[in-house]
């Protein structure tokens, strides 16, 4: 049966109009006005609604073993939690340790995603190790359609590569073709400061900013930069925070650097001061790079507005108030990261949009469009157009709410945003073609997410 969407405004990335949407077996087959369609066909009133692509976020954690824990979503929930937040496809961190065999982890992670996601999803894959090995095994990966790599500068000896295996894996991405997004902070620094800092008796959540300091990232930028200069791979500053890593980013895409850079909803929204509340509340707003001194925002935002941050992500990251406090007695023992995958596109339509800090078309393409062309979906999603998947947002701007972990569906007992108000909220969200989403209820297929398998595209 088809389904027929009439009476909303279409925004893509580069245009705004108003029309009817057919789909067809999962894809839009027409766009127009006053079409004609088959008895039986579904039809859903967009009125008063904006019709934006299905959002994409490029950088989420779900299943994630990570410092001494392991992330509380699962496929499941993340997918729902990311679905009434109009995402209609995540990419997520691949992420075996140095210690694990990357194809027996890219196939763990297959494995858990797999039949329970109920939108559309592909991976990046993590290089923790590089070796002869590695190698042989990354090269099956690409051919299975994973065509981008991860490697984190930081996290020494857990996730992070050192100079040399970054450049083997530049120069193997190149030859294959596929982008390589990289976590840029020097892992050195980060762990001298911190003994340095412990050993002073500041063991607090306050002392995660001042362990790994802005400099810090921008010289971990400014490295993976050159490193790509020098091989020429296509690279992807992800989470980038402040305003040094930004100049350096900045610098090197306009000295021909294939360099693209993402920011995140926490670095955008919230600062340093989060972190510096007492107790759990203070941990609960770790993450890194950390959440920085507020005078960083502005330039994330105008960089946001301009284009020059390409994407903006969640790097979804959910440990509960329990996970947190494994790092009572020290920083360095807090599990990194918030959790955000539900909250983006209200959040960046409520503080972007409606704020004046990026236009609608903007705000398309940071969150939908760009992570689909930087990372081999585009025209499948992205966009609204004949012959793409039908994966829809019936956005509604009258919406008026409140972020609470009371009522999210993250799998979190709090919210990294909590008590933010959102203005608008996806009312309907379609994944190829099939209704998931109304009313701002999850009414659909838990497991619908299929794999996204992916051309290399550099
Ligand atoms: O704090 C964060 N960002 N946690 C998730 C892991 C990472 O570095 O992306
Ligand atoms: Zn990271
Ligand atoms: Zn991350």
Partial sequence: ???????????????????????????????????????????????????????????????????????????????????????????????????????????????????????????????????????????????????????????????????????????????????????????????????????????????????????????????????????????????????PALKAAIEAKSRGVRLSIECVLPHLLLDKTAAERAGLEGMQHVMSPPLRDKRNQAALWSAVAAGLIDTVATDHCPFDNEQKLLGRDAFTLIPNGIPGIEDRVSLMYTHGVNRGRMDLHRFVDALSTRPAKLFGLFPRKGTIAAGSDADLVLFDPTYRGTISARTHHINNDYSGFEGFAVEGRPAVVTVRGKVQVRDGSFVGEKGRGQLLRRAPMC
């Fill in 1 to 243: 049966m088809g389904l027929l969407i009439r009476g909303g405004e279409v925004v893509t990335s580069d245009a705004r109009y108003r029309a009817e949407i057919y789909v067809e077996d999962q894809t839009i087959t027409r766009i127009g006005a006053d079409l004609s369609v088959p008895p039986g066909t579904e039809i859903i009133d967009a009125t008063g609604k904006w019709i934006f692509p299905g959002f994409i976020d490029p950088h989420v954690h779900i299943y994630l073993p990570f410092m001494a824990t392991f992330a509380k979503d699962t496929h499941e929930t993340a997918s729902v939690a990311a679905l009434l937040g109009g995402t209609t496809t995540f990419i997520e961190m691949c992420c075996p340790s140095r210690t694990e065999d990357a194809f027996a982890g890219y196939n763990l992670w297959k494995e858990k995603a797999d039949g329970r996601s109920a939108c559309d999803y592909a991976f990046h894959m993590t290089v923790s190790r590089f070796d002869q090995n590695t190698e042989t095994q990354l090269r099956e990966i690409v051919r299975d359609g994973t065509t981008s790599f991860k490697i984190f500068l930081s996290y020494k000896n857990f996730f992070g590569v050192d100079d040399s295996e970054m450049f083997q894996a530049l120069t193997l991405a190149k030859e294959l073709g596929v982008i390589v997004a990289a976590h840029c902070e020097n892992a050195e620094l980060i762990s001298r400061l911190q003994q340095a800092l412990l050993a002073e008796g500041k063991t607090g959540p306050e002392w995660h900013e001042p362990s790994r300091p802005e400099s810090v990232e921008a010289e971990g930028t400014a490295r993976f930069a050159s490193f790509l200069e020098n091989t020429g791979a296509s690279g992807y500053v992800v989470h980038l925070s402040c305003a």
